[in-house]
């Protein structure tokens, strides 16, 4: 299994940025593809981005192609938002979690962290 921290978060004005971050406490973490998925105030959570075991593969929602950017850093047990151009819609508390399934892209996570609340002002 893998514990996952996000962190990054905060309030910031639309059309500023930031970057979130999700710590992994797993030896294993390069086995899994990690998603990060937000749910806004009142709606239920929404798909924003994924990536593969070895960074090889992204993929993003509509919504967010070419606003934000997915990375990951397997020798530091790190997976990265980077989260540009940001609309007063991109408010909600983000997650990251990860999955076992070979599946890409991913269908479902098996691990999820705290979450990490992100409020774009306009």
């Known amino acids: 299994q893998v514990q996952l921290v996000e962190s990054g978060g905060g309030l910031v004005q639309a059309g500023g940025s930031l970057r979130l971050s999700c710590a992994a406490s797993g030896r294993t973490f390069s086995n899994y593809a990690v998603g990060w998925l937000r749910q806004p105030p009142g709606k239920e959570r929404e798909f924003v981005a994924a990536?593969?075991?070895?960074?090889?593969?992204?993929s993003y929602a509509d919504s967010v192609k070419g606003r934000f950017t997915i990375s990951r850093d397997n020798a530091k047990n790190m997976v990265y938002l980077q989260m540009n151009s940001l609309k007063p819609e991109d408010t909600a508390v983000y997650y990251c979690?990860?999955?076992?399934?070979?599946?890409?892209?991913?269908?479902?996570?098996?691990?999820w962290g705290q979450g990490t609340q992100v409020t774009v002002s306009s």
């Open positions: 979690a990860t999955t076992r399934l070979q599946r890409w892209p991913p269908t479902g996570y098996d691990y």
């Open positions: 990536i593969s075991r070895s960074g090889g593969s992204t």
